[in-house]
């Protein structure tokens, strides 16, 4: 196989959350590399394309100084997928692989139909040798079906498969890829399979040291994605679950966790109390951790996992039952607000929020909703319910409100709800917010981000996960 000493030209199919940033950022650090980033999605596309930096499709802090920096340079979006893919040594596929919602697997199992049809089409149309890269999170043997793909077309060409899965958090994109922990490369472990690896070991270098470039089999490199997921998902279920105990017994849920943190072995991150956690790959990775384990028989170890979204549906549910329990066990025709939607602070990315199910859940009991998010837009929040398909959508406009002015979302408002962590909701006047709510004021701290204490000065009457 051809396997070039270094990499001149880059394709990335999948302009989205990972295949945008993370390729600027290559772009950034490797300017005698051509990246090129397409997308079958035209409007994705121009977004990343606009003059007006504001308007890039993903919000990520420091994302625009670096698409600034680089585009035009070495960087170029597109929707020319084919030419891209004949033009590059190295093509990475970083589409969307979500849960299945149809067949065998449904619900569970990824879908890999994406993934499947960018293959075919590297098959398709490429005229030289080409390392291929899964940066999608992929169940594990996935590498296995995609050289097969690759090989049918009977061409004379070759091709390598790697897998560099990628472990950026949504909010500090930019800051994850700039410092990554480390950078999993997974490859064959035969002569071209090592050079393809040392291809893509080059170019992290020009900007991480080698210690951080760790270089396995495809196989543990594909099982490790997802199970630093399950890993991290875990701690988060695990924290909230001694919250539901704190709230029976006196402890306090942010005491617990500073305490236990302190320990080296156990460590102090990822140990935040939440009303759940979300984002687009959390839960759909343990789904198919899951899947993956019945494939082989491993029901114990399916069982154990699964817990893990058990537990994270269940804190959603608590926290929901909690509003209505407090107000008096009915919210019918209250004015509740919702303070975030995103399913963390400094991203608009909304994908299985905690908020959608908890503002669902206090729909269900014909709450009257005003939702107030910093950088989620008012069709984003409905689209979300709607696809939830619990009532119509006209109802859905009916009971919820977007509001741009967070201020207006509190005034006579019954309770105050807060979903997400964003930062500026701490410096709200909160003096001022009691003033216009109805008395007694309640807030729900979903997240323990506001001073409980201050809040309890003015009169307001809190409640604060894993707090009795
Ligand atoms: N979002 C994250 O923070 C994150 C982090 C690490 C890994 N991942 C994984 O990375 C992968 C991508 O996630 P994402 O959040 O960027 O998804 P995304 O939905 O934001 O972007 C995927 C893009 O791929 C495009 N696409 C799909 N099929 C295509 C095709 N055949 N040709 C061209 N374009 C095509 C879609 O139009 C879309 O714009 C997933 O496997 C995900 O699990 C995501
Ligand atoms: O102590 C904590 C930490 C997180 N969360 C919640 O957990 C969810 C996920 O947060 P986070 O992991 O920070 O964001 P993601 O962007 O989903 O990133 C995860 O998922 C990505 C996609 O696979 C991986 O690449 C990342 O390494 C992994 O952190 C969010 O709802 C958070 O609010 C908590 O409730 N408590």
Request: charged share 25%; glycine share 6%; with cysteine.
């Amino acid at each position: 196989m051809n396997i070039p000493k270094k990499i001149k030209n880059i394709c990335c199919i999948g302009a989205g959350y990972v295949g945008g940033p993370t390729m600027a950022v290559i772009a950034q650090k490797c300017p005698e590399i051509k990246v090129t980033v397409v997308d079958i999605n035209e409007q994705r596309i121009a977004a990343w394309n606009d003059k007006i930096l504001d308007n890039l499709p993903i919000y990520e802090p420091g994302l625009s100084e670096v698409v600034k920096e680089a585009r035009g340079r070495n960087l170029f979006f597109s929707t020319d997928v084919d030419k891209a893919i004949v033009e590059a040594e190295m093509v990475f596929i970083s589409v969307n692989t979500p849960t299945k919602t149809y067949g065998v697997g449904k619900g569970m199992a990824a879908d890999l139909k994406y993934v499947e049809l960018c293959a075919r089409q590297i098959a398709k149309v490429s005229t030289s040798d080409k390392i291929v890269v899964e940066k999608s999170t992929l169940p594990v043997r996935t590498a296995q079906s995609i050289k097969t793909i690759l090989d049918a077309e009977g061409k004379d060409i070759q091709f390598k498969v790697l897998s560099n899965p990628e472990f950026l958090a949504e909010g500090t994109a930019i800051e994850d890829l700039h410092h990554a922990d480390r950078v999993l490369i997974g490859g064959d472990q035969d002569v071209d399979g090592l050079k393809a690896i040392q291809c893509l070991v080059e170019i992290y270098a020009h900007w991480l040291t080698k210690e951080r470039i760790l270089t396995t089999n495809v196989w543990s490199s594909e099982l490790s994605k997802l199970t630093a997921n399950a890993f991290l998902a875990q701690r988060v279920s695990s924290i909230n679950a001694i919250s539901a105990l704190c709230e029976h017994t006196g402890a306090n849920v942010d005491e617990i966790a500073n305490a236990i943190g302190a320990d080296s072995r156990i460590g102090s991150k990822f140990l935040k109390a939440s009303v759940g956690f979300g984002g687009s790959c959390f839960q759909k990775d343990i789904l198919n951790l899951v899947y993956i384990a019945r494939s082989y028989g491993l029901e114990e170890v399916a069982d154990y996992w699964n817990q893990v979204i058990i537990l994270n549906d269940y804190q959603k549910r608590r926290f929901a039952e909690t509003v209505v329990n407090t107000l008096f066990n009915t919210i019918s025709g209250k004015k509740i607000a919702v303070l975030g939607w995103a399913f963390k602070k400094d991203t608009n990315d909304t994908r299985e929020s905690a908020a959608i199910y908890v503002a669902d859940y206090l729909l269900n009991e014909q709450a009257e909703l005003m939702v107030y998010d910093p950088k989620v837009k008012p069709e984003q929040i409905y689209a979300d319910l709607d696809y939830l398909n619990t009532r119509s959508e006209e109802e859905n406009r009916r009971l919820l409100t977007v509001v741009t002015n967070p201020y207006e979302a509190m005034d006579d408002a019954h309770a105050v709800t807060i979903l997400t962590e964003w930062d500026e909701f701490k410096n709200y006047d909160w003096k001022k917010v009691y003033r216009g709510m109805k008395k007694p004021a309640f807030v729900f701290d979903g997240r323990n981000v506001l001073e409980n204490e201050l809040l309890k000065s003015i009169g307001f009457l809190t409640f604060n996960l894993g707090r009795s």
